[in-house]
């Protein structure tokens, strides 16, 4: 790569948690609270390049910040996409969707389908407080030997 590598300059993340091989972060999106990334933080592109105990880890991260957005926010859907055409890591976004937000039952990167009522505002720290003891538990779980 001949720019840097945005992902891989922890300072410039919105960083919810962490560990040496993955980060949450937040995606900062005013019209979607709570829309998380799930960061790789190796440059490995596909998941078919990480081996079974490394998807796994990182498949058990992504359902873990699921199941706490569910539990917070209670969507009408939570949207799991793996797209990464942009950047050299792979990533999953985790997305509570609404009925009323501005993109359903479209993607959120489609048209908008309806100029939504302001979003529910979601302070980054309330955030990592409702993700870390979560994540924490479930990874000192599946890295336990
Ligand atoms: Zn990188």
Redesign the pocket.
Known sequence: MTTP?P??DPNTLPILWQCDQISVINAQEPDYPGFCRVIWRQ?QTEMSQLNPAQRNQLMTIVFAVERVLIDQLKPDKINLASLGNQ???LHWHVIPRFEQDRHFPEPVWATPQREPAPARKIIHGQLSAWLTPTLDAVWEEITAV
């Open positions: 590598c992902l891989c440059h950047v050299a890591h």
